[in-house]
């Protein structure tokens, strides 16, 4: 790791300014670049503000933030800031099984010491401002001040949590944080609706802001909601859980019947979550952001050799649905056997076995269906050079986890995908951190489904390979025909996707041309062409990539499995060549000398060009797959061609896509 750190104390030439106004202290924070400044105003009142301008442009006004905090001694929300300290910091970070090999992090940080009990911390990047609490004795959190105050009302691109019940607020801190995106001005939010992270605000000028959050460890995750008024947002969190009580889905979670009347309790020396505006220019620019990962704390894993990314053959979305066998399909021996063996032969790296193969009802995972011999699937995986994955519920696994970790380890068990968490309060959080740790102890990756955004976790801990928190291909087994996945998938880039990977599970076989889609438990089917589902293994990043569908389904076209299964999951170098939030985007992903370009589109035809020489440096050798002349009507349409270029042009059908593999 090559680094370059300069500490400057209250000389401040390039990144601190302090002036007095009215008594007022005001701190003037730039990042690197010069382009994004923030200026932090502590007042007489011991209230404490930011902004955020870019290129002289003011994209956030003043904006409060504050912490209430309870101690043994009573209650301290005092803000009063009594010392100043910055630094710059320039440094090369490694960050394995991401969309590329090292991330630059550069910043300058300013640090308000504030009473004895608390530091703010800022910190300015090229990409966005960032600030978070550092608490130094135990406490209770009562609350925490988060406010966004835009310079207009801007229009916003948010998630709605999906339960809502207008008598009882608190059931909407139960979230599986899965809902397509609505558009509109801030003003015209429903204010009594919450938003969860991230989301995204178009500035003005075409600059785009993107709100998140990172090293949410032990802290409730923040949601956002309007507050009736032109370009204002305000946050929350869920309260602490008091009492709680087994339920839910298979009686796998735990629900919450009482909170407490505060938020956190911290510990000495505690941090918070860093809270992160991702400003870009542009939509491109935006996809690219690494602040989330950047902000998270550093790798905590000396060895990580045994870390092993790759595709998955996944039973659940098909319905472990499988034909030309002699044995009935299910969740038995026989089904496993065969997923096995389609992953071997197309060297796809692990199979699933998703929910069914614990008994279900029991929240156990050591009563293991009699219809599962566990051991031997595990053997005649690994003679055939595939790994096993276990799915669990959330109470199931917490419950006894080490035992569970040390016991499926043992057995030769690869992973486990966690699921039905549906919460992100405190404690919730803090299982997280406990399960990325406890599996990394036993050498088995994570894959968090029912879960809230990445947060930086998965810097922390890099067996923490994906995370669910989007509306993925799953919905498309149950929702209506007015959901709009196409459209969804052109803004995932540039808002969910900041945040980090996500288990989309993309890959379907069956594909609806616009106005054929309909919903399917049993054999589902995709929104958009053949090649926008291939393109989505390079558009979205997922260490961890499922192949949803059927075994046999994808042995009738050998040639289009095989190009799926060696796509890389993790990368060298990532480019978004071009692209606009929810119109479309082209992506550029490199591994060792081979690239891999991917482009969809919304549900508007569209001619993209591709310049391959400004990617390799000559003309190059290119296969590419392209929608069919009668994908508009045929989803499953395709054109595969291979050929030598230095440009391409390619045309998208209505919500179609293109691949090219280029050598």
Known sequence: MVKRICLIVLLAAVALGVEAKAKAKQYTLKSPNGKLVTHVVATPEEELTYDIMYNGVAILLPSHVGLNRKYEKGVKGSMAVTKATTRAVDETVSSPFTRQATMRNRYNELVLTIGGDLQLLFRAYDEGIAYRYQIV????????????????DYRATVPYVTNFDEDRHEVQYASSFENLYETMPLSELDEERLCFLPLLVHATGGVKVCLTESTLTDYPGL?????????????????????WEQGGHNNLQLLVTEREDYIAEVGKLSVLPWRIAMVAKNSADLAMNNMSYLLGEPNQLADLSWIKPGKVAWDWWNNWNIGGVDFKAGINNDTYKHYIDFASRFGIEYVILD??????????????????DLPMLVQYAQERGVGLILWAGYYAFDRDMEHVCQHYSQMGIKGFKIDFMDRDDQIVTQFYKRAAYMCAKYHLLVDFHGAFKPAGLNRTFPNVLNFEGVAGLEQLKWAPSTWNQVQYDTELPFIRQTAGPMDYTQGAMLNGAKGCYSPCWSEPMSQGTRCHQLALYIVLESPLNMLCDSPTNYQKESDYTRFVAQIPTVWDETRVLEGEVGQYIVTARRKSSTWYVGGITNWTARDVEVDLQQLTGKTCQVELYKDGVNADRKGSDYRHEVQSANRLKVHMAPGGGFVMKVQ
Do not use: S, T
């Open 137 to 152: 004795k135990p406490c209770k959190v009562r609350f925490e001040k988060v406010e966004y105050n835009f310079a207009g």
């Open 223 to 243: 949601y956002l909601k309007g507050m009736g008024h032109a370009g204002r947002l305000e946050g929350e969190h869920a309260p602490y859980p008091k009492k």
């Open 355 to 372: 929910e069914g193969w614990a008994v279900n009802g029991k929240a156990d995972l050591f009563q293991v269906v009699p219809e599962i």
